[in-house]
């Protein structure tokens, strides 16, 4: 079956940085578009970041020029660097991948950001 397994998150103060993994199976993932969404208490989930199998990188403007997201496609992992992190940022963070249609979920992992 597919699993998605996020890693990474936890707590940091205003202007640090984390970054997160998310590591795939029971897909191809070389072929998959991977991406990051984010969901904080009461708001909607939203795409932070995504990648498509040839490497295209798209970002929500209130990441842009502090994350970063990359694709191991050897290693079936999926990473996002976030730098300078505000308390805005503060939200669980989703690892989405989308194969032959069907979109595919981790489980979330809490990144909390303190002032």
């Known amino acids: 079956q597919v699993q998605l397994v996020e890693s990474g998150g936890g707590l940091v103060q205003a202007g640090g940085s984390l970054r997160l993994s998310c590591a795939a199976s029971?897909?191809?993932?070389?072929?998959?578009?991977v991406a990051w969404y984010r969901q904080s208490p009461g708001k909607q989930r939203e795409l932070v970041a995504s990648v498509t199998s040839g490497g295209s990188t798209n970002y929500a403007g209130s990441v842009k020029g502090r994350f970063t997201i990359s694709r191991d496609n050897a290693e079936n992992t999926v990473h996002l660097q976030m730098n300078s992190l505000k308390p805005e940022d503060t939200a669980v963070y989703y690892c989405?991948?989308?194969?032959?249609?069907?979109?595919?979920w981790g489980q979330g992992t809490q990144v909390t950001v303190s002032s």
């Open positions: 989405n991948a989308a194969y032959r249609a069907v979109d595919y």
């Open positions: 029971g897909i191809v993932f070389s072929i998959s578009r």
